[in-house]
């Protein structure tokens, strides 16, 4: 009949109005949350950041990419932001989130390789155990530019979370290690940037080379800088000073300058929509950081911890070169003036020193030191059993200082992709010169002044035989009445083969004695020609 038709018509009529309403409110998707420093929604216009840089920028690239932030719900929806359930699941409790688990590495002081093995080690520790996040808790003025690109390559193999609190600088090679890691944070009174490449000891580095470091450093910011929107722009500003660094018309770094940051400028919004030019946020310490990231109850901190050896390792790290070139000198000493241990066990301590200071920081095995004692036991070969022998010598030196090399030098596991190159020998090669070169001009001046001492006449009056049959150094008689050191003229004979170190009697008395030419047999008339090198020069009679 037309009556139920238009009955049923009206029927159907609000039926697909119903259905269309329960199709925006009851069944809407929440939008997913998005955790962010200070949530802002996006505006018509850019917005102005609360303090302009008072150092410089540089300008982002218009075809960078934006962050990928998560929409939110549309203003016109009413749904809640919970879905509705339907069914039995609406009584069940959610469950429980499991908190993030979170390591903290300080970074402190100079980049250097202690603290490239402390962070590898916290690394590879934290992907063992299951770690979700690492965060380097960092204060430095800079270091090494070899030792910063490889903290940068450590942190891309770690699967998990990385963040940076800059507490209170990261400076030079601290912000290339801050860019490094996903989201940094800031103290209230951190600072970062000032990263143009300089020399060694600070100074200028030529044209070329900059602009060679400046190019290859860019690179490896823009793979780590990832959706980050100005970071990649923001660090060349800290290295580049010819870069003038622009966010649309604003200049925030002209050319000219390098680029550091306060807290607050690094946190300023810029672009549309709005995303901070780096930090993701302020905090007073760690834990409020990680408050702001997790929240209060979403993370736990699992203990890390420098163990006693590491930071013992970073100091005779630092002074390395120190205890090979004092190690070297009290070993000279003592074959020079043999008879007394006492130079000899403290020369090797020191060197040893080397080697544990590398072993505990997680560098060298007991292959260096295999290496460091057969070159020992060659250069004492060549001292006491074949004097003379140039094979010996040469095979313990070679041995000796190669060990020190080896001890020093940063071999990765070949299973993860890091190969030796001859690079990665110019820094212990450095030390190992530099404790040469220490030696020598610490053994030059002793030559030149020891012997006015009492210690030089020690030295060369040491008694190899019994104590009533030789020259005291205190000057006190002896059986023979010698108290002082032969002089030019004096003959004797040889007790021992001189090649060309060895021993002579003169008047009863036996004192160090070298040849000045060629080898010298036992039982050879001799005559004193002078000192040399803690010993009595001379040849033989004539």
């Not at 299973?415 to 040469?436: K, M, R």
């Not at 009492?454 to 009056?461: G, P, R």
């Not at 004695?513 to 009679?541: E, S, Y």
Request: with cysteine.
């Amino acid at each position: 009949m037309p009556g139920d038709r238009g009955s049923w018509a009206v029927v159907g009529l609000s039926l697909a109005l119903l259905g269309g309403a329960q199709a925006q409110n009851g069944t809407a998707a929440p939008a997913p949350a998005v955790r962010v420093a200070a949530p802002t929604a996006p505006t018509a216009s850019p917005e102005k950041p609360a303090s302009a840089p008072a150092a410089a920028l540089a300008a982002p690239s218009a075809s960078t990419p934006s962050a990928p932030i998560p929409a939110p719900a549309p203003a016109n929806l009413t749904s809640s932001a919970t879905p509705t359930t339907i069914g039995p699941a609406a009584d069940q409790p959610a469950a429980a989130k499991t908190p993030v688990s979170v390591y903290v590495v300080p970074i402190e002081g100079e980049i250097d390789d202690p603290q490239f093995y402390i962070l590898r080690r916290a690394l590879k520790e934290a992907m063992a155990n299951h770690v979700d996040a690492v965060v380097l808790d960092m204060d430095t003025l800079g270091g090494a530019l070899s030792t910063t690109t490889d903290m940068m390559d450590a942190l891309a193999h770690f699967t998990g979370r990385t963040y940076t609190f800059v507490n209170d600088k990261a400076m030079s090679a601290g912000s290339y290690i801050a860019v490094a890691t996903n989201e940094i944070y800031f103290a209230p009174t951190g600072t970062i940037g000032a990263a143009e490449a300089v020399g060694g000891s600070g100074e200028d580095i030529g044209d070329t080379m900059t602009l060679k470091i400046n190019s290859f450093m860019e690179a490896r910011v823009r793979v780590v800088a990832g959706p980050n929107r100005y970071r990649a722009d923001v660090q060349r500003a800290m290295m580049d000073p010819n870069f003038e660094f622009k966010i649309g018309g604003q200049v925030i770094k002209p050319a000219g300058q390098l680029l550091s940051l306060t807290a607050a400028e690094a946190c300023a919004k810029y672009g549309r929509p709005p995303e901070p030019l780096l930090g993701a946020g302020i905090a007073p310490n760690v834990r409020a950081m990680l408050d702001q990231v997790y929240g209060p109850d979403g993370y736990t901190v699992r203990d890390f911890h420098l163990t006693w050896s590491e930071q013992a390792a970073k100091l005779l790290n630092e002074i390395s070169p120190i205890l090979v070139g004092a190690g070297i000198l009290l070993l000279v000493l003592e074959f020079k003036a043999p008879g007394s241990a006492f130079f000899g066990i403290l020369g090797v301590t020191l060197l040893l020193l080397v080697f544990v200071s590398h072993y505990l920081a997680g560098l060298a095995g007991y292959e260096p030191v295999a290496l460091f004692f057969i070159g020992i036991v060659c250069i004492a070969l060549e001292l006491l059993v074949f004097p003379g022998s140039v094979a010996c010598g040469a095979i313990g030196l070679l041995c000796f200082f190669g060990s020190l090399v080896w001890a020093m030098t940063d071999v990765w596991p070949a299973d993860e992709n890091y190969g030796l190159t001859p690079g990665s020998f110019a820094g212990p090669l450095f030390n190992v010169v530099l404790g040469v070169v220490l030696a020598g001009g610490a053994f030059a001046v002793l030559l030149r002044f020891l012997p006015k001492t009492w210690v030089y006449k020690d030295l060369v009056l040491r008694a190899v035989g019994p104590r009533d049959n030789y020259a005291a150094a205190s000057g006190a008689a002896t059986a023979t009445g010698a108290t002082t050191l032969p002089e030019a003229g004096a003959r004797g004979v040889a007790l021992t083969d001189l090649r060309p170190l060895g021993e002579i009697d003169i008047a009863g008395g036996r004192f160090q004695a070298r040849a000045v030419h060629g080898q010298i047999d036992r039982g050879v008339a001799v005559v004193v020609v002078g000192r040399k090198d803690f010993a009595l020069a001379v040849r033989r009679a004539e």
